[in-house]
């Protein structure tokens, strides 16, 4: 079974500071990897995906991830962060085959306080 | 926006009552999880479908149960309530060519 390390419980920047968050999974084949962010009294939205290709990947509010298979990582980032991108950051992992079930399984996820 | 809503949306119950939450997604998927999400654990599967009548266990599946009788609706039943299922309570389903999930808006379920 696959699990998913975040390093990060919670982290606290100023505005337009660098942003990294780690994640770790373990799984012996191919995986698609997510980023999700839930903001305050929200659900899961996505935020970026891995699937295959280019192992740089970029989502959506100038967030991009990496993913580097020989450390099981795909670690999140963006240049500059906002007071908006306070929220709660959560990777997940899954299988790249239907035996799954697509099932992901979550880190326990990093809350992103920005300071303005 | 998946087409994904969820119902009741807030509960309060007392320990020992059944409860039933519904998932309720307007694009056919067929691929539906039901998840809990609590401070400190993310998000855990409780139950998940791949199909009407076809359902399994996730890996907190005890003292939940589940059933689809029609592609759209899928239903989590707490049989007999306690206060360590208090949570919020996330429907998701599986879209897109990438195997990623959508989720719907979530129910905050208080047992007291």
């Known amino acids: 079974a696959q699990s998913v390390s975040q390093h990060n419980h919670h982290v606290i920047l100023s505005e337009a500071a660098s942003l990294e968050l780690g994640c770790n999974y373990s799984?012996?084949?191919?995986?698609?990897l997510f980023w999700y962010v839930q903001y305050p009294g929200q659900h899961l939205q996505l935020l970026l995906k891995?699937?295959?290709?280019?192992?740089l990947v970029k989502g959506i509010k100038g967030f991009e991830a990496e993913f580097i298979k020989s450390k099981f990582s795909f670690n999140l980032r963006k240049p500059s962060v906002q007071w908006s991108d306070t929220a709660e950051y959560f990777c997940a992992v899954t299988p790249n085959s239907g035996g799954s079930n697509y099932k992901l399984t979550f880190g326990k996820g990093t809350l992103l306080t920005v300071n303005p | 926006d998946a087409g994904i809503t969820q119902s009741p949306r807030h509960k309060v119950t007392e320990t020992g009552t059944p409860v039933t939450l519904r998932c309720h997604q307007t694009e056919n998927h067929r691929y539906m999880y039901w998840y809990r999400q609590d401070p400190g654990h993310g998000l855990r599967l409780i139950h998940y479908s791949y199909g009407v009548k076809d359902t399994d266990k996730g890996e907190v599946s005890d003292g939940y149960s589940v059933s689809r009788s029609k592609t759209e609706d899928f239903l989590l039943t707490l049989e007999s309530a306690t206060s360590s299922q208090t949570s919020v309570y996330f429907c998701a389903i599986r879209g897109g060519g990438s195997n990623e999930q959508f989720f719907g808006p979530g129910t905050r379920l208080t047992v007291l």
């Open positions: 891995y699937f295959s290709g280019d192992p």
């Open positions: 799984y012996g084949g191919t995986v698609n």
